[in-house]
T-cell receptor, first 115, second 111 residues
Framework: ETGVTQSPTHLIKTRGQQVTLRCSSQ?????VSWYQQALGQGPQFIFQ???????GRGNFPPRFSGLQFPNYSSELNVNALELDDSALYLC??????????????FGNGTRLTVT | AQRVTQPEKLLSVFKGAPVELKCNYS??????LFWYVQYSRQRLQLLLR??SRESIKGFTADLNKGETSFHLKKPFAQEEDSAMYYC?????????????FGAGTRLAVHP
């Protein structure tokens, strides 16, 4: 069973730039969620994709967008980067949208630093 | 507002001592509650869910709706329990996997 993999592991960008983070879901999982974890905080829900469509979103502006592909891999795109976007970005996959019966499986995250 | 509060950033105990990691939540309804754990250099993983009433690695957690708490307990801490622990709440509405996490408590178990 292949776990959730994220790339890259670390990334440094300049304010105003755009970034794309990638995630491969665990085998058999059709749902992917993205979370932002600032230093010293718990993960914060950005959005979820199910069957290639966004079906839930947290309190993040539209410059945070995503894609899910037919093979259930996913991308998180952030435009017009701000210093406060510096954080660990976590991808989590699951089988279905009910996290109670199908717990989230997290990747190791991508550490984004915006200077 | 939906919120999860973990009042302790760090909990330091000796091996064999009892452990209680506190979690309080704010939610108007009956939430689903979880504990997630992150061991050193490992990914975040599910430890236990409230409705299962299970004991995982000796840990248990009881939902107290009156006190809106979901504290994690273990009677005798082991060194391998040292990790970061996150309490999380899933609102029942929405139909998607939104979890609201607390800020986490680092448990350090000393020999």
């Amino acid at each position: 069973e292949t776990g959730v993999t994220q790339s890259p592991t670390h990334l440094i960008k300049t304010r105003g730039q755009q970034v794309t983070l990638r995630c491969s879901s665990q085998s058999g999982h059709n749902t992917v969620s993205w979370y932002q974890q600032a230093l010293g905080q718990g993960p914060q829900f950005i959005f979820q994709y199910y069957r290639e469509e966004e079906n839930g979103r947290g309190n993040f502006p539209p410059r945070f967008s995503g894609l899910q592909f037919p093979n259930y891999s996913s991308e998180l795109n952030v435009n017009a980067l701000e210093l406060d976007d510096s954080a660990l970005y976590l991808c989590a996959s699951s089988m279905g949208t009910d996290s109670y019966n199908s717990p989230l499986h997290f990747g190791n995250g991508t550490r984004l630093t915006v200077t | 507002a939906q919120r999860v509060t973990q009042p302790e950033k760090l909990l330091s105990v000796f091996k064999g001592a009892p452990v209680e990691l506190k979690c309080n939540y704010s939610y108007s309804g009956s939430p689903e509650l979880f504990w997630y754990v992150q061991y050193s250099r490992q990914r975040l993983q599910l430890l236990l869910r409230h409705i299962s009433r299970e004991s995982i690695k000796g840990f248990t957690a009881d939902l107290n709706k009156g006190e809106t708490s979901f504290h994690l307990k273990k009677p005798f801490a082991q060194e391998e329990d040292s990790a970061m622990y996150y309490c999380a709440l899933k609102p029942l509405s929405g139909g998607y996997n939104k979890l609201i996490f607390g800020a986490g408590t680092r448990l350090a178990v000393h020999p």
